[in-house]
């Protein structure tokens, strides 16, 4: 069985994930992370800069589709991955799985994101806004519909620690 993690940067998806995925004798992958590798170790943000965004996205389907079909996998999803069709399609039709969006409060986003230099250095800025809170409430108005109708579980970890959410995905996604 597969656990896709599904939300927005910043939620817990990678810390939680690798967790999750030690405890369950499963093999953790970030797609960000193996988008990179495609693109020669660069970052989001260097790719997004060098190649394009429909680069980036183009990549991003491939490695969904690719992830989903194999089998004792922990995957987190990158925050716009479910917005590209074929890559939502992919997760949507992936079978023997269980899809699950961390749901985080704006706010705490912010605080999680904020304190992260490596995002800041590695992650391009998604809107006009160029990031900071504003940014963060209008993504989610947009991908917050579209996580919660492919979920399977929704789990709120606005206030929840990294142990919390993997004991709650233990007891009621596994």
């Known amino acids: 069985m597969n656990i896709i993690l599904i939300g927005y940067r910043g939620c817990g998806k990678t810390s939680i994930g690798k967790s999750l995925a030690a405890k369950l004798w499963k093999t953790f992958i970030d797609v960000d992370d193996e988008i990179c590798k495609r693109f020669n170790n660069k ?5 997004w800069t060098d190649e ?3 680069a980036y996205r183009k990549v991003e389907v491939e490695v969904t589709r690719e992830l989903v079909a194999r089998p004792n996998m922990v995957i987190g999803l990158g925050g716009g991955t479910l917005m590209q069709a074929g890559a939502r399609e992919a997760v949507e039709q992936a079978p023997n799985t269980v899809r699950v969006y961390l ?6 986003l912010h605080k999680r994101i904020s304190g992260d230099a490596k995002s800041a250095a590695t992650r ?3 809107t006009k806004f160029g990031g900071g809170i504003d940014e963060i409430k209008h993504m989610l108005a947009e ?4 996580y919660e109708a ?23 996604c596994v």
């Open 103 to 108: 749901r985080c409060a704006p706010e705490e």
């Open 143 to 146: 991908r917050g519909p579209v």
């Open 43 to 47: 970052t989001v943000a260097q790719i």
């Open 150 to 172: 492919v979920a399977d579980k929704v789990l709120d970890v606005s206030h929840l620690p990294i142990d919390g959410a993997v004991k709650y995905l233990l007891a009621h």
């Open 124 to 126: 391009p800025a998604l």
């Open 52 to 54: 394009g965004e429909p």
